[in-house]
C-alpha cells in the first residue's frame, strides 16, 4: 500500500530552528510536496522537489532523497506564525497526491 | 505564478439544499483537476478526479449522484454538493495541474461548507 509517515506534533522556540521528517512508500513517484496549514485554512504551497538535494527558500528548505524514501522540511528563524500542520505529500506514479497525517508544529516563546 | 480561484470561501446552507462550489484556474489551462474534502484532524482526502469535457473519475466510497462535478472548460471545475446534510459539512479544496510547470498542483483557497 502506500504510506506517508511524519510525526503528529513537534514543539519548538522562537527563534530557533526545527526539522520536520517525511518518509514515504507510494507506487512511483512524481514529485514531493510540503504544505503549510493554519486551522480552518487551505493549505499554502511551500515547496516542491522532484530531484535529489536541498531546496532553499527563504527561512523554509526542504531536502529529498528518493532512494530512502525521505523528505525534511527545515524551517529556520522561527517565528510564533509558524505555528501551524505541516503536510507532506507525494504525486504518485497517476499523479494522485499521497497525503501524509500533518505535523503540527508549536512554537513557543 | 498560476492561481487558483475557488469560490465561495465560506457558504452555510440548510438542509437538503444544494451548494455549487467553482474552481477556476486563472492564467494557465487545467485539463484535469482534482477535488479534495479535508475531515478533522485527518489529512486531505481525494474525492474526485475532475477531466475536461469528459466525466469525472471518483473514489471508492464517494457518492457520484451526491457530489455532482462538471468540468465544462479548461479553467473551469465546479463541485455541487446535492440534498446537503450536516454530515456534509467539511472542507473542501480544489487542485488543478498546470502542464507546462515544474510544479504542477496549484490548491484553490477552500471552501468551509456548514449545513444546518
Known amino acids: 500500500g502506500q504510506n506517508i509517515d511524519q510525526p503528529t506534533e513537534m514543539t519548538a522556540t522562537e527563534g530557533a530552528i526545527v526539522q520536520i521528517n517525511c518518509t514515504y512508500q507510494t507506487s512511483g513517484f512524481n514529485g514531493l510536496f510540503w504544505y503549510q496549514q493554519h486551522a480552518g485554512e487551505a493549505p499554502t504551497f511551500l515547496s516542491y522537489n522532484v530531484l535529489d538535494g536541498l531546496e532553499e527558500k527563504g527561512r523554509f528548505s526542504s531536502f529529498l532523497s528518493r532512494s530512502k524514501g525521505y523528505s525534511y522540511l527545515l524551517l529556520k528563524e522561527l517565528q510564533m506564525k509558524d505555528s501551524a500542520s505541516y503536510l507532506c505529500a507525494v504525486l504518485d506514479s497517476n499523479y494522485q497526491l499521497i497525503w501524509g497525517a500533518g505535523t503540527k508544529l508549536i512554537i513557543k516563546p | 505564478g498560476a492561481v487558483v480561484s475557488q469560490h465561495p470561501s465560506r457558504v452555510i446552507c440548510k438542509s437538503g439544499t444544494s451548494v455549487k462550489i467553482e474552481c477556476r484556474s486563472l492564467d494557465f489551462q487545467a485539463t484535469t483537476m482534482f477535488w479534495y474534502r479535508q475531515f478533522p484532524k485527518k489529512s486531505l482526502m481525494l474525492m474526485a478526479t475532475?477531466?475536461?469535457?469528459?466525466?469525472?473519475?471518483?473514489e471508492q466510497g464517494v457518492e457520484k449522484d451526491k457530489f455532482l462535478i462538471n468540468h465544462a472548460s479548461l479553467t473551469l471545475s465546479t463541485l455541487t454538493v446535492t440534498s446537503a446534510h450536516p454530515e456534509d459539512s467539511s472542507f473542501y479544496i480544489c487542485?488543478?495541474?498546470?502542464?507546462?510547470?515544474?510544479?504542477?498542483?496549484?490548491f484553490g483557497n477552500g471552501t468551509r461548507l456548514t449545513v444546518t
Open positions: 475532475s477531466n475536461e469535457g469528459s466525466k469525472a473519475t471518483y
Open positions: 487542485s488543478a495541474r498546470d502542464p507546462t510547470e515544474n510544479s504542477p498542483l496549484h
